[in-house]
C-alpha cells in the first residue's frame, strides 16, 4: 500500500511559477508523478511544464480534481499558502519553504489540526512513494519500492538513510520528511500509526537529531503502540549545548535534547539504534532480525 | 537573534512592561553622570554582554570584579565601569575566552521583598507559546528544572488572544501573590506576552523577577533571542543586533547564506543539509576525530557560496584536513566539484582534503575532481571517508 501518498495522488504545486517551484515541478514530473497543475496568485492562464497556472488553490482543485499539494513560495507567504490548501480540501500538504517564523506555524497548526488535512514540513524535503510519486525535492533515483517506512527532520541525512536500504536490497514503502522546523504539522508519531497500519511496511526507520523531546515521546509511542521492528538513528552527539545547529529545532537547551537521553529513552523502547549515520541500513537489518 | 539586556528593556517599556530606570554608558565617566542622573542613594552596575550568569562572572583583567555589582557613589559606579569596559567577561556561558565588555548598564535599586524566576517560550510539544514561573528566583533555573521540576508553573496561551487574566490568577494563586502584587503580576506578564507575540520572540527570560517592597512587579534582568526567520517583518528590530557579541566566522558565513558553526577539533566539515552535516561531525568523532566546525552549505548553494565555505573553514588555524560531504539533492555533485577546483586555485589546500559525493550529477562531479589532477582522497561511503580523514590527521 505505502502511506500518505500513491500512484493516484493528484498534486499541484504552489509557486510554480518561481524558479524551485518550476524546477521541482518539472523533477517530479519526471519520476512519475501525477502533476496536475500550479498556483501562482496573478499567473492564471500561463504554463509551466505544460501545466495550467491557477489565481486560487480552490479552482486548480476544481479543474484538475488535485488532493495533494508542495509548496514553494517564499517564507511571508507560507502560512498562507498553507491555509489556502486547507480551505480548498487538499488533503496532502507538504511546505518545502525553508524559514518560516514560527509563529505563523503556531496559529497554522491550530487550524490544520482542525481540519481534514495532513501537513508535512515546512522546512522539509517532502514525501515520497518510491515508484508511485514523489512530491519534494528528493533525488528520486536513489529510492527503491520496497518495505522500509523511513522519516525523518533532515533532508540530506534521509537521502543517506534511502542510499543505505536500496544498497541492501530493502527499498522502501514511504519516506517522510517531517521538517527541521521546531513546530511542524506531522509529528513522528502520526506517522508510526500510519506505518504501522500500512502492509506493506515492514520495519520502520526514525532519524530524529537533537533539540525538544518529539524523539522522547515517539520511543514512549512505539514502546506501547508499535509491533513492528523499529530502528533510529540521532543526529548531533557532538553538538555543543546552546549552538544552534542549522535547523531552528536542533538546539540543545537547558540541558534538554542531548542525544543521549534520546537514544537511551530508544533503546529502552526496545529500538535498535544506529551508532553512525553510516550504519542506519545496518540498523534496519538488525531491527528486522531480532523480530524473526 | 539575541539584544541586550538594556535593549530589552528599552521594548520592555514599550509595551509598558515595569523596570527600573537606567542608563546605558560606554565610558566610567558615563558611567558616573548616570549615577547622578537616578539621584538614589544606591545603583547597580551592570556588564552588557549576551551571555547570562554575568553576576557570578569574573573579569580575566580584573578577577576581583564581578560582572554585576552595587554601587553607592558616582565615583565607585565609575571604578566598577573602568574594570569593565573594554575587559573580557567569563561567566558559564561565554566560555574560557569570555566575552569583550564595550558598555554598562547603571540601573536604579529597588527594596526587594520577594525574587521570581520568569520565562516565555515556544513550547514545541504542544505547539504553542508557554510562561514559566517559578518561585526560585535569582538561582540557576537549569537546576531548578532538574531538582523540582514542580516549582516551575506553566501556563501555554493562545498567541491570537494572548495570555488571559484568569491564567495570572491561578499563578498568584499559586505563587502567594495577592492583592496589589497580584494586580501588578497581571499587567505585567499579559504585557510581556503581547510582546512575546508581537516581536517574533523565541524566547524571553526575566531572573530575576521581583516584588518590591511596595508590591510591584519589576524586570530586574532581561533577556530576548528574536525569531530569525521572522525579522523581515521587524526592520527596526533589526538594528539591536550587535555584531560585535558574534563569532566573525559565524557572522562571515551567515552574510554568504551559510550556516556555521565553530568547534574545538581539528577536521573541518563542509555537508550540504544540517542533519547530514551533524551526523558527519557524529562520525567523525565516532572514529575519534574531532570536528572544527559545522558547516551547512544548504541546498541551493552555488561555486562562490562553496568556495567561500572552504575559506572559511581554512581561516581557522587549527583546521588539520578537511572533509567535504555531500549528498547531492538539489545541490549538484558537479557544483561542489566545480568550487573545490576554484577554491584550490585561489586558497590552495595545504591540509589533506576527503572528498565523499553521492546523489545528483555524482559521476560528472567525480570526473572533474580526477581530471583536476588535485591531490584529493576520494572516499566511496561515509565511513570510509571518516577513517580517511580521521587517519590524514593522527
Known amino acids: 500500500m505505502s502511506i500518505l501518498v500513491n500512484s493516484n495522488t493528484r498534486v499541484i504545486c504552489q509557486g510554480i511559477t518561481g524558479k524551485a517551484g518550476a524546477f521541482h515541478t518539472k523533477g517530479c514530473k519526471e519520476y512519475g508523478t501525477k502533476m496536475v497543475g500550479g498556483v501562482t496568485p496573478g499567473k492564471s492562464g500561463e504554463t509551466v511544464e505544460g501545466l495550467p497556472v491557477f489565481d486560487t488553490v480552490e479552482e486548480a482543485v476544481d479543474k484538475t480534481g488535485a488532493n495533494a499539494t508542495m509548496i514553494f513560495v517564499p517564507p511571508p507567504f507560507t502560512a498562507d499558502a498553507i491555509l489556502e490548501a486547507v480551505d480548498a480540501g487538499i488533503e496532502v500538504i507538504c511546505a518545502i519553504t525553508e524559514g518560516v517564523p514560527v509563529i505563523d506555524m503556531v496559529h497554522v497548526y491550530d487550524r490544520v489540526k482542525r481540519s481534514k488535512s495532513v501537513l508535512i514540513g515546512p522546512n522539509c524535503p517532502g514525501v515520497i512513494t518510491p515508484g508511485q510519486c514523489k512530491i519534494g525535492i528528493m533525488p528520486g533515483y536513489i529510492h527503491q519500492p520496497g518495505k522500509v517506512g523511513i522519516m525523518s527532520r533532515s533532508g540530506t541525512l534521509t537521502y543517506e538513510a534511502v542510499w543505505q536500504t536500496s544498497n541492501l536490497k530493502l527499498g522502501q514503502s514511504t519516506c517522510v520528511g517531517l521538517g527541521g522546523d521546531p513546530i511542524v504539522g506531522t509529528s513522528y508519531i502520526d506517522i508510526f500509526e500510519r506505518f504501522q497500519n500500512d502492509d506493506q511496511t515492514e520495519v520502520i526507520l526514525m532519524i530524529g537529531e537533537i533539540g525538544g523531546d518529539a524523539e522522547e515521546k515517539a520511543a514512549e509511542y512505539v514502546k506501547n503502540h508499535v509491533t513492528k521492528p523499529v530502528a533510529a538513528f540521532i543526529a548531533g552527539r557532538t553538538a555543543p549545548p546552546g549552538k544552534r545547529m542549522g535547523h531552528a529545532g536542533a538546539i540543545i537547551t537547558g540541558g534538554k535534547g542531548t542525544a543521549a537521553e534520546k537514544v537511551a529513552a530508544l533503546e529502552a523502547a526496545g529500538i535498535v539504534v544506529a551508532p553512525s549515520p553510516a550504519e542506519m541500513g545496518d540498523a534496519v537489518m538488525e531491527a528486522l532480525r531480532r523480530k524473526k | ?394
Open chain 2, 1 to 394: 537573534m539575541k539584544i541586550h539586556e538594556y535593549q530589552a528593556k528599552e521594548l520592555f517599556r514599550s509595551f509598558q512592561v515595569p523596570i527600573l530606570q537606567g542608563f546605558v554608558a560606554k565610558t566610567p565617566e558615563e558611567a558616573k553622570a548616570a549615577f547622578e542622573k537616578l539621584g538614589g542613594s544606591l545603583a547597580v552596575i551592570k556588564a552588557q554582554v549576551h551571555a547570562g550568569g554575568r553576576g557570578k562572572g569574573t573579569f580575566i583583567e580584573v578577577p576581583a570584579q564581578r560582572g554585576v555589582q552595587l554601587t553607592k557613589s558616582g565615583d565607585e559606579t565609575a571604578a566598577a565601569a573602568k574594570n569593565m569596559i573594554g575587559n573580557r567577561l567569563v561567566t558559564i556561558q561565554t566560555g574560557s575566552a569570555g566575552s569583550v565588555v564595550n558598555q554598562v548598564f547603571v540601573e536604579q535599586g529597588c527594596k526587594i521583598a520577594r525574587e521570581l524566576y520568569l520565562a516565555v517560550v515556544v513550547d514545541r510539544a504542544a505547539k504553542l507559546p508557554l510562561l514559566m514561573v517559578s518561585s526560585e528566583g535569582g538561582v540557576e533555573i537549569e537546576k531548578v528544572a532538574e531538582e523540582s521540576p514542580e516549582k516551575i508553573l506553566r501556563e501555554h496561551f493562545d498567541p491570537a488572544y494572548g495570555l488571559m487574566p484568569y491564567q495570572v490568577r491561578k499563578l498568584c494563586k499559586k505563587l502567594n501573590i495577592s492583592g496589589a502584587a497580584a494586580k501588578s503580576a497581571e499587567m505585567f506578564m499579559r504585557k510581556l506576552c503581547e510582546l512575546f507575540v508581537k516581536l517574533d520572540c523565541s524566547m524571553a527570560e526575566i531572573n530575576p523577577l521581583v516584588i518590591t517592597e511596595d508590591e510591584k512587579m519589576i524586570a530586574l534582568d532581561a533577556k530576548i533571542t528574536f525569531d530569525d526567520n521572522a525579522m523581515y517583518r521587524h526592520p527596526d528590530l533589526k538594528e539591536l543586533r550587535d555584531i560585535a557579541e558574534e563569532e566573525p566566522a559565524e557572522l562571515r558565513a551567515a552574510n554568504s547564506g551559510l550556516s556555521f558553526v565553530k568547534l574545538e577539533g581539528n577536521i573541518g566539515c563542509l555537508v550540504n543539509g544540517a542533519g547530514l552535516a551533524m551526523a558527519t561531525m557524529d562520525i567523525i568523532k565516532y572514529h575519534g576525530g574531532a570536528p572544527a566546525n559545522f558547516l551547512d552549505v544548504g541546498g541551493g548553494a552555488n561555486t562562490q557560496q562553496v568556495t567561500e565555505a572552504f575559506r572559511i573553514i581554512l581561516s581557522d588555524a587549527n583546521v588539520k584536513a578537511i572533509l567535504v560531504n555531500i549528498f547531492g539533492g538539489i545541490a549538484r555533485c558537479t557544483t561542489i566539484a566545480q568550487a573545490i577546483i576554484d577554491a584550490s586555485k585561489e586558497v590552495g589546500f595545504k591540509v589533506p582534503l576527503v572528498v565523499r559525493l553521492e546523489g545528483t550529477e555524482v559521476e560528472e562531479g567525480k570526473k572533474m575532481l580526477h581530471e583536476s589532477g588535485l591531490a584529493i582522497i576520494s572516499a566511496d561511503n561515509l565511513t570510509d571517508a571518516a577513517k580517511k580523514v580521521v587517519a590524514s590527521v593522527s
